[in-house]
Structures are given as structure tokens and as C-alpha cells.
């Protein structure tokens, strides 16, 4: 692939907006509050799109087309079961919660309603978690464009790295959601236009279908089995493992996407966050996922237009979205197709390093280290933690090109820490009796419990570190068991553990569980603007897009 | 001219994709090789300068 001077220009222009925004920005940040919050000042429209586009990067845009290539429709099940459901549950149900009890992040709210161990457990794996996302971001960057460009590695993260210290450090959070938004607009806009003229040149949806397997354009159809479909997971795997549990415990904990939501001008736009984010999110497959259908039928029908082997004969199917970028752009928009790209890198990184310096400052800093310091001292600290998170990022993209199976082992780790939270928030938020120790350890039995199936279970290879009971059908399927086997743990765990320790008062918890939150100031009166007749809308769109693709 | 536009996103998006729109139009009618390049390049081009035009005028229409 050559960029021409166009090209190049095109992607000279994007940095000099994304530079830009962070540059007038700046003069609007004045507190810790504007650097790390917004000053909860943000419009709603904004909020929406930063929600999904936080979570638009590298892993998704490249990855869910490798999927699609790979899986066929059936990937969509990220969006239609792992992801709608659970942006709907937020904004019903959790928002209230995290808006209404005015904690400033994820971690301070596990304080207020449990206690500080158990917000220090979450916070310090949390921070750790998006410094090291951030790195294989950057990392999967910098390989990305040196295999299709022959960029220079090094200079690749540098200037990307750069770029994204440079707007975040000046504008704060606000200049992050303000570029995630712009590299929304891009991101779609600039692979559109595959999709259209691979749609075009296969002959539509209908050209898609005859030249693949059947398989690959059915979502639901080969759910029966695991051995049916190319996932290798069957209908219960998919609903609980990826349907409630791992979608759950991202969407409705994870600080990185549900800050978006938390920099909303009140409450009720808060809750609306989530819903209308919600609207593109579920036609997102067309532009991510639909690309690696694409290159699938057209290999296959006409030739044209070829995936590259990698060294095993297998299929590099993460080359699936740049080969028909590669293939189809000319000049001018091939400059747009490689921006969309960067767009998405930098997107993903940006999300991480604000929601880390967050919760660095509020979660680790000001709780253990200086509580009770100026603001303009937790400001400076907040800017030294996007310096130093962007430091780190640096380092792990360079841990993760020497020591692959290293960022593959931390990832693994991760997703046990992660996998039991929604258990911890979802009892906590919906039964007045949990008490913080059983939270904390009912968090620590989860993350033990998943370390120990993965170490009694086995699939492709990976896994049976202890010995091995059971064998599963794919990596996919396993990392589901795991993950429900995690949530259980710590489900049952943190229930045990409450009845024989003793309860926060109802004076303590009003506001923060369910039954003690007033729920009667709902000031609304038009039914697009409440939270419960848009997440019906939302549901019941889903329900059609997901009996379409059946 | 006025700075304050700039913390507008609707402003800077628009101008943003007014100028990528325009870019991707001219190159469509005037540097592409094949039919299908230019018509690639210039219907992207046109759909990236309506939106961009669209956002504009949203900006100037209600100002913050």
C-alpha cells in the first residue's frame, strides 16, 4: 500500500484538528474537576458518542472485521447480546446510582456504598488494566502500519503516543471526548465506503450468502451446538457467558466507557447516555463487522482480492479491514481509510489514559497518599499521571513486542479481575444487606475461582496449567465458562459472607442501593427523553435486527 | 475571528469535514485515474462536505 502526497495531507489535517481541540480546550480548564471531569458539564449528544467511541478502538475496529472474516455474522452477538442489553441496564438501573450518588469515578462509589478496601482492589487493578490496554493499543499500532505502510515502529508510537499526550494533557477529559467524538464521525464515514463498494461489487447482502458457507450469515440458526458453528459455543455459553456476565461487567463497571456517561450535565442525560449510544451501537456491525464478510465472499466468487497467510498457512484475518482498504481506495480516500484507523488507535488510547488518570488521582492518589491537598495540587498530579500513564503505555507496547505470550498472560489475568465485578455491583445495588467485606471478598474468591478453571479446563492449547477435567471446543467457549464460573464465585460468595457480617445502616446507604434511591424526581415529561420508553425502543430494535439476521 | 467557536465541537467538526469533503471532491474530478477512483473519491468527498456543512450551520444556527 503507497499514500500519496494527498494522503498524507489528509492524515496532517486530522492531527492538526485533534492537536487543535486540545489547544482550545485548554483555556477552559481551570480545576481538577475540568481536567478529570468535564466539570460535569458536557451535552448529551457528546456524551452518547464518546460512550461508543471510547470503545471504538484498535481491538474493535481491526478485530471485529478479523471476527467477521473468521465467524461470520455471528460476531454481531458482541453488539446485539454483548452489549445493547447490558447499555440499556446502566442507563435504567445503574446510572441513578453512580450520577446520583456524585462519585467521581467507579471505584469512589464502591467506597461509598462498601468500603475503602474494596474501592483500593478495584481502583489499582483498574489503573493497571488501562495502562496496559492503552500499550497493546499502541503497540497494535505501530505493527499495523509498519506491515502496510512500512512505517518505522518506532516513530509510529512516538508520534501516535505524542499526539494523544499532547491534547489529553492540555485539554483534560473534555478534549479526549471531544476527539473520541470526531474520530467517530471518521472512523465511520472512512470505512463506509468499503462496505458500500464490497456490498456493490458482491451484489448485495443476497451475493454474501451464496458465496459463503451458510454458517457464516446466520447469527442464531447453528446456536444449538458448539460443534456447529465456527465459535465452537452453544446458546447457553453465548447468553450467560458473553450475554450477562463479561457484557455486563464492561459495560455496566467499567470506568472507562461509564465516565462518559458520569460527565453528563444531570441526571437525566446521564441515563439517556447509555440508550441513545445505543442506537448506533447496534448498526455498528454494519461498518465493522460486514468488511470481513465481505473479503470472505469476494475471495471466494471472484479472487480478486486476497487475505495473507501467515506463517502456520493459516488466514491472517486481521488484515481482513486494511487488504480492502488497500484493494479498493484510491488515492485521497486511502487517506481517509488510514486516518480512520490512526482514529481508532488513538481513540482507544486517549479512553484509557483519561479514565486512568482519574482514577490515579481520586481512587489512589487523594484516598492513600494526600487527602486533603489543594485542588491546584491534585490538578498538577492529575497532568503528571497522563504524562507518566502515557509512559507506561509506551514501555508495554515494547514489553508487548518482545514478550507476546507475556501481554496474552497479563490479558488472561485481567479478564479474571474483571470477569466477577458485576456480581459485586449488581448485589451491592440491588440487596441493602451486602456488607463490604464480602464484597471485597467475595471479589478476591472470584478471581481465584476463574484462575482456578482456567487451570482445571482446557481449549486450543491454552489453559490445564493445574491438569485438566475437561476439554472445550474453542478458546472462545472457554474464556465464557470461565467467566461464569468467576461470576458464580463471587456471587455466592459475597451473599455467604453477608449474613454473618454486619450491614451498613439504612441512613448510610440511602441513595445508593435500590430500594433506598428516590426514584420519584423524574422531571421529564416527553417520552423520548425518559430512560424507560427509549430502552423499550432500543430492546425492541435489537429483537428485529437480531430475527433479520436469524 | 471568534476563538470560542473552536470549543464548539459541531463548528469543529464541520469545518473539519467541509475541508476533508472539498479535498476528497477536487481530487475526485481532477487527480484520479479511473472512473471508479473518481466516483470513490467524489461521492465520499460529497457526503463528508454535507455533513460538515450540515454541522456548521447547526453550530451558527444555535451557538452555545
Known sequence: MQLGFIDYGIIALYFLFVLGIGYFIKRKVKTSNDFLMSNRSVPLWITSLAFIAANLGAQEVIGMAASGAKYGIMTSHFYWIGAIPAMVFLGVFMMPFYYGSRARSVPEYLALRFDEKTRGFNAVTFALMTIFSSGISLYALASLLE???GWDFDSSILIAAGIVLTYTLLGG???????????FFLIVLGIAPVVFVGLYEIGGWNGIVQNLQPVMTSSWKYMGKAESNPMGVNIWSMAMGLGFVLSFGYWCTDFLVVQRAMIARNMSAAQRTPLIAAFPK?????????????????????GSVQLPIKA?????????????????????LLGVGITALLASFMSGMAGNVTAFNTVFTFDIYQSYFRPKATDAHYLSVGKMATIFGILFSIATAYVAAQFNNIMDLLQLVFGFVNAPLFATFFLGMFWKRTTGHAAFWGLVAGTLGAAACHGLTEAEG??????????????????????????????????VISLFTRAKSDTELRGLVYSLTDRSSETETIWYRKPVPLALLVLGLTLLLNLIFI | MDFDRFTDLRFVIGLFFAILGLLLVIVGFVYTPTMAAHLLNACSGAVMLVLGLFMLWLSYKRPL
Open chain 1, 147 to 149: 506491515t502496510i505502510l
Open chain 1, 173 to 183: 477529559l473534555t478534549s479526549a471526548v471531544y476527539n473520541e467524538v470526531l474520530q
Open chain 1, 282 to 302: 447496534m448498526f455498528m456491525p454494519l461498518v465493522v463487522i460486514l468488511p470481513g464478510l465481505i473479503i470472505m465472499a469476494l475471495m471466494q466468487k471472484l
Open chain 1, 312 to 332: 502456520d498457512g493459516s488466514y491472517d484475518y486481521n488484515m481482513a479491514l486494511p487488504t480492502l482498504i488497500g484493494h479498493y481506495y484510491p488515492t485521497g
Open chain 1, 462 to 495: 491454552k489453559g490445564g496449567w493445574l491438569f485438566s477435567m475437561h476439554q472445550f471446543s474453542s478458546g472462545m467457549a472457554h474464556s465464557f465458562a470461565i467467566a461464569i464460573v468467576s461470576w458464580s464465585t463471587c456471587f455466592l460468595t459475597t451473599i
